[in-house]
């Protein structure tokens, strides 16, 4: 890793960056808003190669309860509890093949994939639609997608998707040990 501060330079390093006044409180609202719909996890274990882990096609709900997909992995022979792993991935892609992801799973986590949405379908991209039209201006794109209020702005969909995922983990190994065995 190349940085431009030495080791202690980074331990002491402070951002000047000064979060807003409701801050807090905007992120607070957003998030109370997503929990009043149900988590509504659902999973079907896919088919897959490897004999170590369990792989499953899973949807829930993210933000304004829109269904959001992702890939759940977890080690073929567990014992709860386990620790588990949320990724999420970046603007430019997707939750990917149900086979790229195995790291995590196969170090003994469950590892909960998280697709992000509006980013198109097929191999490479998710499966998750953005069912929140552009709002205001934008470029090609979604990042100033609704960027004139806090509420509409793409990003905030996807922020709140992210607890969503961790709520929907939870909520797995919340109602059994992992999940259910039922293939497609």
């Not at 801050?23 to 509504?40: M, N, V």
């Not at 896919?46 to 269904?67: M, N």
């Not at 969909?157 to 983990?169: H, I």
């Amino acid at each position: 890793m190349l940085t431009d501060l030495d080791e202690a330079g980074l331990l002491d390093y402070r951002s000047a960056v000064v979060d807003p006044e409701d801050f807090d409180a905007f992120w607070t609202a957003q998030l109370q808003r997503a929990a009043e719909h149900p988590i509504d996890v659902r999973a079907t274990e896919v088919d897959s190669l490897p004999e170590t882990v369990d792989v499953f096609d899973v949807r829930f709900a993210g933000h304004g309860g829109h269904p959001i997909r992702g890939w759940l992995y977890l080690p073929k022979h567990r014992a709860a509890p386990i620790p588990g792993v949320v990724q999420c991935q970046g603007y430019g892609g997707g939750r990917g093949h149900h086979l790229e992801s195995l790291l995590w799973s196969s170090a003994g986590y469950a590892h909960l994939m998280m697709d992000s949405r509006g980013r198109g379908s097929g191999y490479r991209r998710g499966a998750t639609a953005d069912p929140v039209g552009p709002s205001g201006p934008t470029v090609p794109g979604q990042t100033t997608n609704g960027i004139e209020d806090p509420a509409g702005h793409y990003y905030t969909r996807p922020y709140v998707d992210a607890a969503r995922a961790v709520d929907a983990l939870r909520a797995v190994f919340g109602r059994t040990n992992g999940i259910g065995r039922s293939k497609r």
